[in-house]
T-cell receptor, first 113, second 106 residues
Framework: DTEVTQTPKHLVMGMTNKKSLKCEQHMGHRAMYWYKQKAKKPPELMFVYSYEKLSINESVPSRFSPECPNSSLLNLHLHALQPEDSALYLC????????????FGSGTRLTVV | GEDVEQSLFLSVREGDSSVINCTYTDSSSTYLYWYKQEPGAGLQLLTYIFSNMDMKQDQRLTVLLNKKDKHLSLRIADTQTGDSAIYFCAAGKSTFGDGTTLTVKP
């Protein structure tokens, strides 16, 4: 298995909702990442988990809460989002944090209404 | 901090070679990467180069790294319509260029 699987593919949520994005990989990678990508822009790093521990939090607002339950799973819990948070959320993984390359999932297209 | 710059657009004819250029400011990244993103999809890692290498070839792809000028390029030989996409240059895990939109005309 050489894939990163993200669910759901699309999500529409209201500003008072709580939802979660899920990411899974079975490549034995020990680093996992969340990125946010706005249309026609490059991805922006949000969080890095290395060996299931939060390694980097790029000053992301607390309405985004990451969780790494085990080495294969990464969640992003969403609460009280704003319309400007609408974007493509990408998960990625790599063998280790300074690895030779990153495998990206196909993303969750999030719309906040 | 690190900055990566790319030209925004490139248009070529099918069968020609495409060259996408990138410049970066910080030499501390161990690896430099090229990604491809098709509409509605995630990023696909095309290739990477270790920072102490000058060149890497992988089938139709050739990466050239000029460390002195901090310049990275991606050459795609025999470009096909399926190569039309946005190509991102990246240094490490967090520094991406703005992407080059490659359009391949039949």
């Amino acid at each position: 298995d050489t894939e990163v699987t993200q669910t759901p593919k699309h999500l529409v949520m209201g500003m008072t909702n709580k939802k979660s994005l899920k990411c899974e990989q079975h490549m034995g990678h020990r680093a996992m990442y969340w990125y946010k990508q706005k249309a026609k822009k490059p991805p922006e790093l949000m969080f890095v988990y290395s060996y299931e521990k939060l390694s980097i939090n790029e000053s992301v607002p607390s309405r985004f809460s990451p969780e790494c339950p085990n080495s294969s799973l990464l969640n992003l819990h969403l609460h009280a989002l704003q319309p400007e948070d609408s974007a493509l959320y990408l998960c990625a993984s790599s063998q280790v944090e300074q690895g030779k390359g990153y495998t990206f999932g196909s993303g969750t297209r999030l719309t906040v209404v | 901090g690190e900055d990566v710059e790319q030209s925004l657009f490139l248009s070529v004819r099918e069968g020609d070679s495409s060259v996408i250029n990138c410049t970066y400011t910080d030499s501390s990244s161990t690896y430099l990467y090229w990604y491809k993103q098709e509409p509605g999809a995630g990023l696909q890692l095309l290739t990477y180069i270790f920072s102490n290498m000058d060149m890497k070839q992988d089938q139709r792809l050739t990466v050239l790294l000029n460390k002195k000028d901090k310049h990275l390029s991606l050459r795609i030989a025999d470009t096909q319509t399926g190569d039309s996409a946005i190509y991102f240059c990246a240094a490490g895990k967090s520094t991406f260029g703005d992407g080059t939109t490659l359009t391949v005309k039949p």
